[in-house]
């Protein structure tokens, strides 16, 4: 059979194209997100860029969707507990009643608001708490009657509490709460209040 030469320069070229896509490397779309993030971002008052660079944990979370090889969460789950700071006078728990109001609030923290200002945990955000509030998130578990489910305020349960919410992922490398003591959005005093929502007997997360 006589072929066109037309056609045979035609293969010729599918075939140098396929090798070519063949030999060339997987394009780096990470890479290429990043810096197109780090391009396009605009920094606006106390929110700039440095708030969505992603830290070791984070790049680590992202690379493995979320599931990174045990050896490696686990490593880096040790090194976020290590970054806790707990209160020099030891106490872990504060005010319930300041933790409620703490837990409702969304206030501060964006582009508008004056830096310094209290931010809110918007804890109801993402959890049941008191069951006075009916209106909450579900992507975290039900806190509701947290204490009381965890044998109350012992030294290790407070201190278990003060450490998850100063730093989530302590306890879960790549866990969806935020690191409130971590990244400076909760005080020293904040967490405190928090910790005695969730376990003072008083609180209503335990009546
Ligand atoms: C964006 C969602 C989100 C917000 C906001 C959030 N959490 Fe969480 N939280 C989670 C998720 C998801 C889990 C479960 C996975 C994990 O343990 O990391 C969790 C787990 C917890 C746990 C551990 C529960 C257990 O059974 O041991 C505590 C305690 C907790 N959160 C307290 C808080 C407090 C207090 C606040 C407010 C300062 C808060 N969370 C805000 C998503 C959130």
């Known amino acids: 059979m006589n072929r066109h030469p037309a056609y045979l320069m035609l293969g ?3 075939a140098s194209l396929f090798s070519s896509v063949a030999l060339a490397a997987e394009p780096d779309w990470r890479g290429e997100a990043i810096a197109m993030l780090k391009r396009d971002f605009q920094s606006m008052g106390q929110a700039s860029y440095e708030r969505i660079h992603e830290d070791d944990l984070q790049a680590l979370c992202n690379k493995y969707s979320n599931t990174p090889p045990e050896k490696a969460a686990a490593k880096m789950m040790a090194a976020q507990l ?3 700071k707990y209160p020099a006078d030891g106490q872990l728990m ?3 009643k300041v933790g409620e109001k703490i837990a409702q609030s ?3 923290f964006t582009w508008t608001d004056e830096p310094g200002i209290p931010v809110g945990g918007n804890c109801y955000n993402c959890h049941q708490i008191s069951p006075k509030e009916i209106s909450y998130g579900t ?12 044998g109350g305020p012992t030294p290790e349960m407070q201190k278990y509490a ?12 790549c ?4 690191r409130f003591g971590h990244v400076g959005a909760l005080n020293e005093g904040q967490i405190k209040d928090l910790v005695a929502l969730l376990l003072d007997p008083e609180s209503p997360v335990n009546k």
């Open 12 to 14: 010729v070229a599918a």
């Open 82 to 84: 290590k970054t806790v």
């Open 94 to 96: 504060g005010d319930w």
């Open 106 to 108: 969304g206030k501060g």
């Open 139 to 150: 992507l975290g578990p039900s806190l509701f009657n947290f204490g009381k489910l965890r």
């Open 162 to 173: 003060y450490s998850k919410i100063y730093n989530s992922k302590s306890y879960n490398t």
């Open 175 to 178: 866990s969806n709460m935020p």
